[in-house]
């Protein structure tokens, strides 16, 4: 189990909380939090990734551990803390503008 925080407008269209629980398959990586969240909220589709390249939204950031990890690669696995469920990976809303 890992858990993930999302950003407010993701918790409003998938009608959770701020924090979702999530049993991911295999090893752990931002991709596969990615593909249990979207099995279990299907409205989520596209909104963290697009759905044909699989890449991050350029306005969504991935950090665990206080750590950036939006642009490491997808498929990497998580830290041990965040595969163990101590720690979340927290999935953040970039802001923009000028």
């Not at 593909?35 to 991050?56: F, I, Q, W, Y």
């Not at 950036?68 to 720690?87: C, W, Y």
Request: aromatic fraction near 2%; proline fraction near 9%.
């Amino acid at each position: 189990m890992i858990r993930v925080v999302l950003p407010q407008h993701l918790r409003t269209l998938a009608g959770t909380g701020k924090e979702v629980t999530l049993e991911v398959e295999g090893t752990p990586t931002v991709n596969a939090a990615i593909d249990a969240l979207e099995t279990r909220h299907p409205m989520l589709r596209g909104t963290l990734r697009d759905p044909v390249s699989r890449k991050r939204r350029s306005l969504i950031r991935y950090y665990a551990l206080r750590r950036d990890l939006s642009h490491d690669p997808p498929d990497a696995p998580l830290p041990d803390a965040v595969a163990r469920g101590e720690e979340p990976l927290i999935m953040v809303g970039a802001i923009a503008g000028g």
